[in-house]
């Protein structure tokens, strides 16, 4: 039960002098709070002092910047919690929210706080945060709220077996959720609302977005290939029938150039199953 579990906070920060110390403070106000991990990822600020100015605070300096990834793993690793509430030090995560998280920590594996409507800064970034939900739902066949919000908590045994699968970029909340959600443990979303941002982004939208895309893209090859090999099998398939089909009505003459385009399509299907296979006896393994 969530009322007997120790709760860890991992917070990765990076330059965040001038916001960090204020989020700190509201984090231990939470009484649900049994420890807090800060992660320095070689901020060239004062992030460090103003962690250290609170004496209940665990800090952890990277040597140089690693990545926000990077930070979190280190903070997963390091926490001593049963929970562990992951959130940013930008001010964009409310410690006041923490409590609305844990509290269905006694039913899921994991509790997503979806930013809601309106919260996020940019149209860019909502309209290119919506795309990528609807890819990632596509993915694991669950409606997928929001993909990239790092404002979650996860029972931390779960957390470290899928540690090693997170990259150091900004992209492992995607990574976690499709991880989790393919393994079959149980996600929820709690919406808040999500203020604006005290510090200055590090996203870059176009770098980081072809990123995000990629990393999908990967997961899915990774988890549930036939996702990605079927459509693009039936896109060769339909279109190189279709010519040659087309080529015999109206030549009567066979197309080489369709029939070509076809066994493309076949060959990516048969990719796509040996994929699955692969995918299929990686869970056997991992339950062994």
Known sequence: MFNSSRVSVVMPAYNEQG?????LAQVEQQPQVDEIIVVDDGSTDGTADEALAHPGVRLIRHPYNIGNGAAVKTGIRAATGD???????????????IPNLLQHMDRYDMVVGARSAGTQAAVHRTLANRIFNL???????YPVLDLTSGFRCVR???ARSFAYLLPNGY???????????RAGYAVKYQPFASP????QSKVRPLKDGLRFLLTLTRLATLFVPLKIFLPISLLFILSGGSYTLGRLALHSRFSG???LITSIGVLFFLLGLISEQIALLRYINSDR
């Not at 929970?83 to 929210?97: F, S, W, Y």
């Not at 890819?135 to 694991?140: E, K, L």
């Not at 992209?171 to 959600?181: E, N, R, V």
């Not at 604006?196 to 510090?199: H, N």
């Open 171 to 181: 992209s492992y909340p995607t990574t976690l959720t499709i991880a989790l959600f």
């Open 83 to 97: 929970i562990i509430v992951l959130m940013d030090g930008d001010g964009q995560h409310p410690p006041a929210e």
């Open 135 to 141: 890819y990632a739902s596509y993915i694991v066949g």
């Open 257 to 259: 150039f369709g029939g």
């Open 19 to 23: 916001v960090i110390g204020d989020i």
């Open 196 to 199: 604006a941002r005290v510090g």
């Open 156 to 158: 931390a045994n779960v």
